[in-house]
């Protein structure tokens, strides 16, 4: 999917057609950034009804190292029925190097981490010429693992464009330690986050975020292969930060 596209294809290309299930309707757009040579395939789920997709909000996914775009349809759902448009972008492509594993590892990483804050920004754009009815100027981030840290990369990097930060776990960029975005971050029972990551007691009381640890929840489980009980903890927590 990374290689040059052919002079018939535009630098966003829809393949596939949308699919209804039930009260969700998904769509899988190939999209491509020719100003970097890279498809950036991106799931997006969406109310079936289309007489309430003018009103809704947006929020853009970053799946974990190892993970699918598709592997998160649990939370994707849930964000749905909350208001939003769900972009969940497949941020690595099979030509890719695997993940560095030694040295520096904030420092060995960050190119990683860069391409998916280029990623989610390249698809923000592209995203509100398809759907120009919906705000993608203030979104809704979310993120597992890997996922989370790009997310609180960008957000890191664009404050004004971002208004909450669902964190799945993400062990090696720091929240931002401002009001805005507003932060959640459900913590697993079996990982632990680098030094200087998560904000102290009085950093989570000043500027208002919001830890959840998750007993019974290892790292692994934070997806759609998860059980039936994790997930909707997992639900539990990001529902009651969105209704805030």
């Known amino acids: 999917m990374s290689g040059n596209p052919t002079a018939q294809q535009t630098a966003a290309t829809a393949l596939a057609t949308p699919v209804a299930t039930d009260s969700l309707l998904t769509t899988r757009l190939e999209l491509y950034d020719a100003a970097r040579q890279r498809a950036v395939p991106v ?3 969406q109310p079936a009804q289309p ?3 003018g009103k809704l909000k947006a929020a853009i996914f970053s799946h974990g190292y190892g993970g699918n775009c598709t592997g998160y349809s649990f939370l994707a759902r849930n964000l749905v029925a909350h208001g939003y448009l769900v972009a969940s ?5 099979p030509t890719d190097a695997p993940m560095p594993n030694t040295g520096v590892i904030r420092v060995v990483r960050r190119p990683m981490w860069d391409r998916g804050v280029q990623n989610i920004e ?4 592209e995203l509100h010429k ?3 009815a919906i705000d993608f100027g203030h979104l809704l981030l979310a993120g597992h693992s890997n996922g989370g840290d790009v997310s609180m990369l ?7 464009r971002v208004e909450r930060v669902i964190s799945l776990d993400n062990r090696r960029v720091p929240f931002p330690r401002a009001r805005r975005p507003r932060v959640l971050s459900l913590r697993s029972s079996d990982q632990v986050a680098d030094p200087g990551v998560l904000p102290t007691s009085a950093e989570q009381q000043r500027y208002g975020i919001t830890i959840v640890p998750l007993a ?3 790292h692994n489980d934070m997806w759609d292969g998860g059980t039936e009980a994790q997930k909707q903890e997992m639900n539990t927590a990001v ?3 969105l209704e805030q």
Do not use: D, G, N
């Open 43 to 45: 799931m997006v789920y």
């Open 239 to 241: 529902s009651r930060f």
């Open 216 to 218: 019974h929840t290892i």
């Open 51 to 53: 007489a309430t997709q």
């Open 122 to 125: 390249f698809a923000r754009q």
């Open 89 to 93: 972008i497949q941020h690595e492509l």
């Open 130 to 132: 398809r759907y120009p």
């Open 154 to 160: 960008y957000a890191e990097q664009h404050p004004e």
